[in-house]
Nanobody, 127 residues
Framework: QVDVVESGGGLVQAGGSLRLSCAAS????????MGWFRQAPGKEREFVSA????????DYADSVKGRFTISRDNANKMVSLQMNSLKPEDTAVYYC????????????????????WGQGTQVTVSS
């Protein structure tokens, strides 16, 4: 089992940057692929980005590609999401999630694949 806690959300103007962090607990962090999802008011939760156990494979939603960067630090059990050139449509609660993954290089883009979720952190981008 792994527990994840997000931090780093806040209010930022359009064009600005934020860095979200996800701290994981548990001895088996490297057994999990990690992902970020977000949910805006009145909308379904959507995929943002994911990273494999090794960190060597990453994926992004088209809406954030080129603006967001996911990374992980297995030694410190951390996953980060660097968000640049933020837009008002990026406003949402952002969730970190962990997916048990036997393969070192596989990741997941479907929320149904993920086993553990954090409580979320609010990101608000003003125009």
């Amino acid at each position: 089992q792994v527990d994840v806690v997000e931090s780093g959300g806040g209010l930022v103007q359009a064009g600005g940057s934020l860095r979200l962090s996800c701290a994981a607990s548990g001895r088996t962090f490297t057994r999990y692929a990690m992902g970020w999802f977000r949910q805006a008011p009145g909308k379904e939760r959507e995929f943002v980005s994911a990273i494999s156990r090794s960190g060597g494979s990453t994926d992004y939603a088209d809406s954030v590609k080129g603006r967001f960067t996911i990374s992980r630090d297995n030694a410190n059990k951390m996953v980060s999401l660097q968000m640049n050139s933020l837009k008002p449509e990026d406003t949402a609660v952002y969730y970190c999630a962990a997916k048990w993954e036997p393969s070192w290089g596989t990741l997941g883009t479907n929320s149904n694949e993920y086993d553990y979720w954090g409580q979320g952190t609010q990101v608000t981008v003003s125009s």
